[in-house]
């Protein structure tokens, strides 16, 4: 069973009343301090490096942030410019934004704007972009109210991405998809197979115009 945000977070808030610098083998950092700011404790680190696993998945969730804070009594981590890194067996995207929060008790990474996309799944290369993420490390799926990814010659509006071991489904209310040569259709739902074969196995309905 992959370990949940909450173990990581247990093992980083015993460094932090330590305050010794984080490193293991799921965290690294540059330099990290303890500040005092209205009453309050702030927690900052600068350069860091956080390994989290998806439940019930072989799939791994990289962040590196160029600063991550956090306020006591929260139960959450501010990133800054978080890159991310989501890996599997033939899995490799990604993720950056201007800013997230790490929700380790809901077991979410949330990415706050101007969210872009890269990689490659099932030997397809993947691009995409959307303003605002989540990403839920139990439901193994990133979600958003406005997804674009493009896959060879489509342009696919979602709102849902589950990553399975054997294929990734894009989800929507409807999935809208463009070609390149302008045809519009809508559908529920889209399969990237194991063996690279995008697939719809509900009906396309073109749109009117």
């Given amino acids: 069973?992959?370990?949940?945000?909450?173990?990581?977070?247990?093992?980083?808030?015993?460094?932090?009343?330590?305050?010794?610098?984080?490193?293991?083998?799921?965290?690294?950092?540059?330099?990290?301090?303890?500040?005092k700011q209205n009453n309050e404790v702030i927690f900052e680190a600068k350069n860091i490096s956080i390994n989290l696993g998806f439940k019930e998945s072989d799939f791994i969730l990289?962040?590196?942030?160029?600063?991550?804070?956090?306020?006591k009594d929260e139960k959450n981590l501010y990133v800054?410019?978080?890159?991310?890194?989501?890996?599997?067996?033939?899995?490799?995207l990604k993720i950056i934004?201007?800013?997230?929060?790490?929700?380790?008790?809901k077991n979410i990474v949330q990415l706050d704007n101007k969210?872009?996309?890269?990689?490659?799944?099932?030997?397809?290369?993947?691009?995409?972009k959307a303003s605002k993420v989540d990403i839920d490390l139990n439901k193994r799926n990133l979600s958003s109210?406005?997804?674009?990814?493009?896959i060879d010659e489509y342009e696919i509006s979602v709102k849902e991405i589950i990553l399975n071991e054997d294929e990734i489904v894009f989800k929507g209310s409807p999935v809208y998809l463009k070609d390149n040569k302008g045809l519009e259709t809508e559908?529920?739902?889209?399969?990237?197979?194991?063996?690279?074969?995008?697939?719809?196995?509900?009906?396309?309905?073109?749109?009117n115009y």
């Fill in 1 to 35: 069973m992959p370990k949940s945000i909450f173990v990581y977070l247990v093992a980083l808030f015993f460094l932090i009343g330590s305050v010794l610098f984080l490193s293991s083998f799921f965290l690294n950092s540059s330099s990290s301090e303890l500040i």
């Fill in 80 to 92: 800054y410019q978080p890159k991310i890194d989501i890996s599997g067996k033939n899995t490799f």
């Fill in 97 to 105: 934004s201007n800013k997230g929060t790490i929700a380790y008790d």
């Fill in 115 to 128: 969210t872009e996309i890269s990689g490659k799944v099932n030997e397809k290369d993947i691009l995409g």
């Fill in 62 to 71: 990289e962040v590196n942030s160029s600063m991550v804070n956090s306020l």
């Fill in 145 to 150: 109210d406005e997804l674009i990814i493009f």
């Fill in 187 to 207: 559908t529920s739902m889209v399969k990237l197979k194991s063996n690279g074969e995008l697939i719809f196995p509900s009906k396309l309905n073109i749109k």
